[in-house]
């Protein structure tokens, strides 16, 4: 698969493609254009985030861009990427798995660190929210079976 063939597939502009992965324009233009080839790595990751991307509701999106998770977040939530560590935006966690990335991989480019970033933000996304499904769930059990046994009691 190349990026012209990703682009049909996921509906999304060269200058969508750019925007959404921070790629230059002019690169993601001569990918598309078979002047240049991107290596294999970064099309199977673009194609795994839009195909990701794809099941899920986006409503709200600009057509001319591709999906931003941005829209979903509460402008003031916070992560912690370990268990005592300080709260952290989206955008200072994307930058400080960035870093991460490249110190274990000294020879990666800045797109690639970019691209498994937010692939890894994606996935702290998804853990966090099926923690909240999961938290809601035992909740709404407690609170079933403190009734229960009121109504026991009664």
């Known amino acids: ?5 990703l682009c049909e597939k996921y509906n999304i502009s060269q ?3 750019a925007r ?22 970064v099309v199977g ?3 795994e985030l839009l195909q990701l991307n794809a099941s899920e509701p986006d409503d709200d999106e600009d057509e001319d ?13 916070r992560y ?4 005592d560590g300080p709260l952290l935006t989206k955008d200072e966690v994307m930058e400080e798995l960035k870093v ?8 990666a480019s800045d797109m690639e660190a970019k691209l498994m970033a937010l692939t ?3 996935r702290m996304e998804r853990d966090r929210a099926m923690l909240r499904t999961r938290a809601e769930a035992i909740r709404v059990q407690r609170e079933a079976r403190q009734r229960m046994i009121r109504e026991k009691d009664e």
């Open 120 to 122: 890894c933000f994606r």
């Open 45 to 47: 990751m673009i194609d």
């Open 80 to 83: 912690r990427l370990t268990k």
């Open 15 to 17: 200058s969508g493609l």
């Open 1 to 5: 698969m190349n990026i012209r063939e």
């Open 65 to 77: 861009c591709g999906y931003d998770y941005s829209q979903h977040l509460h402008p003031d939530e």
């Open 20 to 41: 959404r992965f921070g790629i230059p324009l002019r690169t993601v233009q001569g990918w598309y254009l078979g002047e240049r080839k991107p290596p294999e790595y």
């Open 100 to 107: 991460q990335y490249l110190g274990r991989h000294p020879g």
